[in-house]
T-cell receptor, first 117, second 108 residues
Framework: GAVVSQHPSRVICKSGTSVKIECRSL??????MFWYRQFPKQSLMLMAT?????????EQGVEKDKFLINHASLTLSTLTVTSAHPEDSSFYIC?????????????FGPGTRLTVT | TQLLEQSPQFLSIQEGENLTVYCNSS?????LQWYRQEPGEGPVLLVT?????EVKKLKRLTFQFGDARKDSSLHITAAQPGDTGLYLC????????FGTGTSLTVIP
């Protein structure tokens, strides 16, 4: 299957600072990548859809000025959490869309655990 | 709005037991995927079902797509502790929608 990497896997930052998370599709080109947030033992909450070369589409309730998304190439999307606060602490997961044999499939990165102190 | 409802939400069973997880929706999907996620990791794709009524088997796991392509089930035979995790269904419609999740614990 397709491989998606995320970096860093864990990050601890102080309140008020910004953190950038990278998501890369390693062996395929992804015109669309997705960013999710997940709380313990809960499903994934879609934050935004990132299309290469255009502005991201944010889900309702997600602040686009706080969660900056850039999809500069077909293999890289970044999520920057600006002016982080403790309530932003969460598990952030990216995924990349790939057309398999007749259907679209999503492959996920390993996630980034963000802790804001 | 959660388009895909999974049941049960939590399930704790003894090793060797069988179980079924359901994924239901009122919407039609062109395809449906099942993922398993372990704590601290990203979801891992288990299977994609495309055709209504389709049944796919992956060792002790059996996946079925409903005839109307609105629902799906995952059946695990003789569960093992290694099956423990969060199981997520996801449907590909106008967007990609995730189910509410089923947290499975298999007790040795």
């Amino acid at each position: 299957g397709a491989v998606v990497s995320q970096h860093p896997s864990r990050v601890i930052c102080k309140s008020g600072t910004s953190v950038k998370i990278e998501c890369r599709s390693l062996d395929f080109q992804a015109t669309t990548m997705f960013w999710y947030r997940q709380f313990p033992k809960q499903s994934l909450m879609l934050m935004a859809t990132s299309n290469e070369g255009s502005k991201a589409t944010y889900e309702q309730g997600v602040e686009k000025d706080k969660f900056l998304i850039n999809h500069a190439s077909l293999t890289l999307s970044t999520l920057t959490v600006t002016s982080a606060h403790p309530e932003d602490s969460s598990f952030y997961i990216c995924s990349a869309r790939w057309r398999g044999s007749g259907s679209y499939e999503q492959y996920f990165g390993p996630g980034t655990r963000l802790t804001v102190t | 709005t959660q388009l895909l409802e999974q049941s049960p939400q939590f399930l704790s069973i003894q090793e060797g037991e069988n179980l079924t997880v359901y994924c239901n929706s009122s919407s039609v999907f062109s395809s449906l995927q099942w993922y398993r996620q372990e704590p601290g990791e990203g979801p891992v794709l288990l299977v994609t079902v495309v055709t209504g009524g389709e049944v796919k088997k992956l060792k002790r796991l059996t996946f079925q797509f409903g005839d109307a392509r609105k629902d799906s089930s995952l059946h695990i035979t003789a569960a093992q502790p290694g099956d423990t995790g969060l199981y997520l269904c996801a449907g590909d419609g106008n967007q990609f929608y995730f189910g509410t999740g089923t947290s499975l614990t298999v007790i040795p």
